[in-house]
């Protein structure tokens, strides 16, 4: 059973950084992409940062260059490092993959997303 295990959020002031985790368990036959979002109450859930396995990434306006997506794929982890971090950086935010993973009927593509973790920014 393939599962997304998320650390890290929690509190952290303006400007101020904070550093989120994402590993991947379970048996995988490779992981294509890994990715960020994040949600707010009473809003839609929206794409943060997104990492794909040749290292390409992409951003939301609203983080480009404060936060930075990375992976290392040893360890089926991402990462984001949010710097210089506003209060309306404040959400849950979810880690997301799509997966590769070998069953009775061979390949197939699978999307998983993790719990989530709170990060709140505020002095």
């Known amino acids: 059973q393939v599962q997304l295990v998320e650390l890290g959020g929690g509190l952290g002031q303006p400007g101020g950084s904070l550093r989120l985790s994402c590993a991947v368990s379970g048996s995988t036959f490779s992981i294509n992409v890994m990715g960020w979002y994040r949600q707010v109450p009473g809003k839609q859930r929206e794409l943060v940062a997104v990492i794909v396995g040749g290292g390409h990434t992409m951003y939301a306006d609203s983080v480009e260059g404060r936060f930075t997506i990375s992976r290392e794929n040893s360890k089926k982890t991402a990462y984001l490092q949010m710097s210089t971090l506003k209060p309306e950086d404040t959400a849950v935010y979810y880690c997301?993959?799509?997966?590769?993973?070998?069953?009775?009927?061979?390949?197939?593509?699978?999307?998983?997303w993790g719990n989530g973790t709170l990060v709140t920014v505020s002095s």
């Open positions: 997301h993959a799509k997966v590769i993973v070998a069953g009775e009927e061979g390949l197939r593509g699978m999307d998983y």
